[in-house]
């Protein structure tokens, strides 16, 4: 019976090598990467350290997302989860685990070739999101390894450069109170399902009601801290993008009633707009 339904969903993907790239949660390893290497145009770190800094956070975004699904794989299982290709059957786990793996160990050099404090930093959020995937997922802690993990994106780029120096303080805290709210943003959409198997983290402990009521919070704080923390006057456009920040973080749970995803928009679009408020009073670098 399970062994029929395994073949049957394994028929839905079209091959094992598709499986395994689907596994690996393509949208966000593009996403943070995107951001990591744009906070490094920002910077204005050399093409060379930018691309390196690019490969050091696609390795260890991709080394995350395989050790999640390969986790994840035997739970998801039985709860009958569509779109895992590794509980689905459409790739071994053990193949999972191996690319994993070797995306963890090519992550080490390559972290480290951006300069010893940077690599460190990088490895330390590497290390934070593989314990959020093998046990703080399932506890009220789930926000702590987005946290450190965004956090340590600016720091990375900073630090990525000749001088070395720490990124500024806002861009620090803006990027954990984003990971936060990729957190509960993430969550938001499968908070019912992930109960249903069991799973305790932040968001499900909440509910939906209370996670998408939560949500603006870190949101609309990220955004304040970048637009108030830094010295001197806040210009009109700052205002504006806090503005339109708030109204869009506040939407995305209204409307979250009528679309699944709205909350998880909204936070999408604040994030691009804290982006470009990072970049456009470059506040990120020193
Ligand atoms: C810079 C850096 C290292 C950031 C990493 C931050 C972090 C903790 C990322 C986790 C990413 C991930 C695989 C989420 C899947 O979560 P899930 O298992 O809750 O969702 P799912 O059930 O849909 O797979």
Redesign the pocket.
């Given at each position: 019976m399970g062994g029929a339904r395994t073949s049957t969903a394994a028929a839905r993907w079209p091959g094992r090598a598709a499986g395994l790239a689907l596994s690996c949660?393509p949208g966000?390893v593009a996403a943070?990467t995107a951001l990591?290497c744009t906070l490094g145009v920002g910077a204005g770190l050399s093409p060379a350290r930018l691309a390196l800094v690019g490969a050091a956070?696609l390795a260890?975004?991709l080394s995350?997302?395989w050790?999640?699904?390969a986790f994840?794989a035997g739970r998801?299982a039985r709860a009958g989860?569509r779109?895992?290709p590794a509980a689905e059957g459409a790739v071994p786990v053990r193949a999972v685990w191996g690319a994993a793996a070797v995306a963890l160990v090519l992550c080490v050099p390559l972290s480290l070739a951006c300069g010893l404090l940077a690599g460190t930093v990088?490895l330390a959020?590497?290390a934070?999101?593989w314990?959020?995937?093998l046990r703080?997922?399932a506890t009220a802690l789930?926000w702590l390894?987005?946290a450190?993990?965004?956090a340590?994106?600016p720091s990375?780029v900073t630090l990525s450069l000749p001088e070395a120096p720490w990124p500024r303080w806002w861009a620090v805290a803006a990027g954990a109170l984003l990971?936060v709210a990729?957190?509960l943003g993430?969550?938001l959409p499968?908070i019912e399902?992930?109960r249903a198997a069991g799973?305790r983290?932040l968001p499900h402990r909440l509910g939906a009601t209370g996670t998408r009521l939560l949500l603006p919070v870190p949101l609309l704080a990220a955004t304040a801290v970048l637009v108030l923390g830094p010295p001197g006057p806040v210009d009109a456009r700052s205002v504006a993008v806090l503005v339109l920040a708030g109204a869009a973080a506040l939407l995305g749970p209204v409307l979250g009633r009528w679309w699944r995803k709205a909350a998880l928009a909204g936070a999408v679009a604040v994030a691009a707009a804290d982006l470009v408020l990072l970049l456009g009073r470059g506040t990120a670098l020193p």
């Open positions: 949660h966000p943070v990591a956070v260890g975004q995350v997302g050790c999640n699904d994840d998801d989860r779109g895992k990088h959020a590497v934070a999101a314990l959020y995937n703080l997922k789930s390894p987005y450190v993990g965004f340590a994106l990375l990971g990729a957190h993430d969550t499968d399902e992930d799973v983290g």
